[in-house]
């Protein structure tokens, strides 16, 4: 990640910071602010590490790139969902008799039968 920074603005970052903390001081901030990055580093290393150990065999990079919110444009989905052309209708897979909320809805209405209401989810 970049966060925008350029080589002006991180150097006027570094004159600020020789104002602001003085230069007998600043060795030893920018030391300890290496430190700091290095155990941010290490830790994303580390949790990184354990999700490998911990999915096994089936984690691959390469899906974390495919969730990168960064990669979605409304605009594109949008455009794709309305000109893609009706696919074969696939068959359903088995499902339990376990009836959802919303179809138990739809069909109490369908029966002409008032919707279920939770007085104390309100």
Request: proline share 9%; no cysteine; charged share 35%.
């Given at each position: 990640?970049?966060?925008?920074?350029?080589?002006?603005?991180?150097?006027?970052?570094?004159v600020i910071a020789i104002f602001l903390i003085g230069p007998?001081?600043?060795?030893?901030?920018?030391?300890?602010?290496?430190?700091?990055?290095?155990?941010?580093?290490?830790?994303?290393?580390?949790?990184?590490?354990?999700?490998?150990?911990?999915?096994?065999?089936?984690?691959?990079?390469?899906?974390?790139?495919?969730?990168?919110?960064?990669?979605?444009?409304?605009?594109?989905?949008?455009?794709?969902?309305?000109?893609?052309?009706?696919?074969?209708?696939?068959?359903?897979?088995?499902?339990?008799?376990?009836?959802?909320?919303?179809?138990?809805?739809?069909?109490?209405?369908?029966?002409?039968?008032?919707?279920?209401?939770?007085?104390e989810a309100t």
């Amino acid at each position: 990640m970049s966060f925008g920074l350029t080589i002006e603005k991180l150097l006027l970052i570094g004159v600020i910071a020789i104002f602001l903390i003085g230069p007998d001081r600043l060795p030893a901030y920018s030391a300890q602010f290496a430190r700091l990055i290095r155990s941010l580093r290490d830790m994303a290393r580390g949790a990184k590490d354990r999700m490998k150990e911990e999915l096994g065999p089936d984690f691959d990079e390469l899906e974390w790139k495919k969730l990168d919110p960064r990669q979605y444009d409304p605009r594109r989905i949008i455009r794709d969902a309305l000109s893609e052309e009706p696919a074969a209708v696939a068959p359903e897979p088995a499902r339990s008799n376990v009836e959802s909320a919303y179809q138990k809805r739809q069909r109490l209405l369908k029966e002409g039968k008032p919707a279920p209401f939770d007085p104390e989810a309100t």
